[in-house]
């Protein structure tokens, strides 16, 4: 369900930047190499910097742009729910990504998100009761956090007048895509995604809304680099998250994480890893808060790798790459993907929605391990389906691939990286029904179906499982199973 709210149409004709605006005097793009640093205005659009090839952030000169000195003010915004963008889970937090004019801000409705303490859940990872809070972002217009980063990418391109927009995906982003197209009419969505490797979910909700659908003959990884050459040759404006803008919707993610809590930062902030978007988004959420005073402190953070796509656990933790201030020496990832060609080794995860090698923002998410003191680890299989049951039983299910935050959680815990004391938030970037494949095959009855999805890529148990009890057309049958089981 999409509540449509959309801010004016836009009266310019396409393809006219906008030059003059009170927010391109308060923002602007900059290369996040601090030996570069080049700086290039809102209205242009990049998706790496131009002078040497490294991802750009949106930057702010935040005296001019004068943010709220507190945080009560975004509070004061849930008595004008009637206004979209004070509604919007997005846009109320403007002052914090003020880079379009109010008047080019599109809102579907994103961001009415839930953060919730779970102590089942909680008791699975190991933290004491009130410990573990799941921040639900299936709820978004799409089903997934993406909604969150379309907000603010799709703004920008409705700013600088595009009308096709396109992206790679592993599923979400697309139909993050395809809804904003749907609902406001203000573009047409173009999608790339990998043969095979979509869910049914995902792939339904591209195709409904009415995205120009294109499959690769290859995967996720190869969607991306595609898309990137298409885009720039057809002038077709990206959404992946190499667009900064798209990033700067994501940090609201945080916002409203920091809201629930009384604006009191928790301890942890766990996230799964795919192309590192939101990692990147929340580490310089985290700086930005901090920098304007408005935190004290911040979370650490923990990005949570599938085993079978895991090149930030790899060369995080395994080859020791850091940021080191900006002066990273990145070859250790260029000898890892060589690797990984020379192998022909590709992403297989059951989390489809993270089964990427070359994530494209690992030098932002270096970035934001450095500011919030991160630490990174991958999970099997086994661990994350066996977590996805528990968030399920605990009554907000999700994809895999967001239960791979829970998964990771509970082995920190284990480790004694996370105290069973410690406060820790594990984001649930997607709905349990973008995926239902792995849901049934996991509670199935059936060995040769969950041998066929589960089994084949090295899940023996389905130890949580809730198995659908098989009985007669007839009555006594029935209430014998309801006396038996119920
Ligand atoms: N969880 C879900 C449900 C996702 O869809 C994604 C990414 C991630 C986690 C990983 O987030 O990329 O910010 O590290 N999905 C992208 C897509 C790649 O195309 O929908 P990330």
């Known amino acids: 369900m999409t509540p449509a709210a959309v801010a004016a149409p ?4 396409p393809c006219i930047p906008m030059t003059t605006s009170l927010t391109t005097e308060v923002a602007f793009q900059r290369c996040i ?29 935040w005296d001019r ?72 972002e299936g709820l978004n217009p799409s089903g997934s956090f993406k909604d969150n980063g379309m907000a603010a990418a799709f703004s920008h391109a409705h700013m600088i007048g595009a009308r096709r927009a396109a992206c790679a995906s592993t599923g979400n982003t697309s139909a993050s895509l395809a809804v ?17 490797k979509i869910s049914y979910g995902k792939l339904s909700q591209a195709l409904d809304y009415g995205a120009l659908t294109i499959q690769i003959a290859g995967d996720f990884d190869d969607a991306m680099a595609r898309v990137k050459e298409v885009s720039g040759r057809l002038g077709i404006y990206l959404v992946n998250s190499v667009n900064p803008f798209r990033l700067e919707g994501q940090k609201t993610i945080m916002f409203r994480v920091l809201e629930s809590l ?7 902030i766990v996230v799964p890893g795919g192309n590192l978007g939101n990692s990147s988004a929340f580490g310089k959420a985290f700086i930005e808060l901090k920098a304007l005073g408005l935190i004290d402190r911040v979370p650490r953070l923990a990005i949570i790798n599938a085993a079978g796509a895991d090149t930030l656990y790899e060369l995080y933790t395994r080859r020791g790459l850091r940021w080191e201030a900006g002066r990273a020496d990145l070859s250790p990832a260029c000898h890892y993907y060589d690797e990984l060609d020379r192998l022909a080794r590709r992403a297989d995860t059951i989390a489809s929605a993270i089964e ?18 991160g630490v990174v680890r991958e999970v099997s299989e086994q661990e994350i389906l066996d977590a996805k049951a528990q968030v399920g039983a605990g009554g907000l299910g999700c994809e895999p691939a967001s239960a791979a935050s829970v998964a990771g959680a509970k082995r920190l815990v284990a480790e004694g990286v996370i105290g069973r004391d410690e406060r820790v938030v594990c984001i649930l970037t997607g709905h349990q029904l973008k995926d239902p494949n792995a849901t049934v095959a ?4 059936d060995q040769d179906l969950f041998d066929e999805v589960l089994g084949s890529r090295g899940v023996s148990r389905a130890s949580f499982a ?3 009890i098989s009985v007669g057309n007839r009555i006594d049958e029935i209430v014998q199973a309801i006396d038996l089981y119920g």
Request: glycine share 8%; charged share 20%.
């Open 10 to 13: 836009d009266p310019s004709p």
């Open 33 to 61: 190499s601090p030996a570069c640093g080049s700086t290039y205005g809102v209205e242009e659009v990049h998706t790496s910097c131009p002078a040497c090839g490294n991802l750009l952030d949106v930057a702010y000169d």
């Open 65 to 136: 742009a004068r943010p709220p000195g507190s945080f009560e003010h975004f509070e004061t915004k849930w008595m004008r729910r009637s206004d979209p963008l004070a509604f919007s889970g997005v846009w109320r937090f403007r002052e914090l990504l003020p880079f379009a004019p109010p008047e080019k801000l599109v809102t579907i409705g994103e961001g009415q998100t839930l953060l919730s303490v779970s102590d089942p859940v909680g008791g699975f990872v190991g933290l004491r009761r009130g410990r573990l809070h799941l921040q639900y």
């Open 180 to 196: 904003y197209c749907a609902v406001t009419r203000l573009m047409r969505a173009i999608i790339f995604i990998g043969s095979g």
């Open 262 to 268: 009384a604006w009191q930062p928790p301890d942890w």
């Open 356 to 373: 990427i090698n070359r994530p494209v923002n690992l030098n932002k998410c270096l970035r934001a391990l450095e500011a919030c003191d």
């Open 442 to 445: 996991y509670h199935t009855t």
């Open 466 to 468: 809730n198995r659908a």
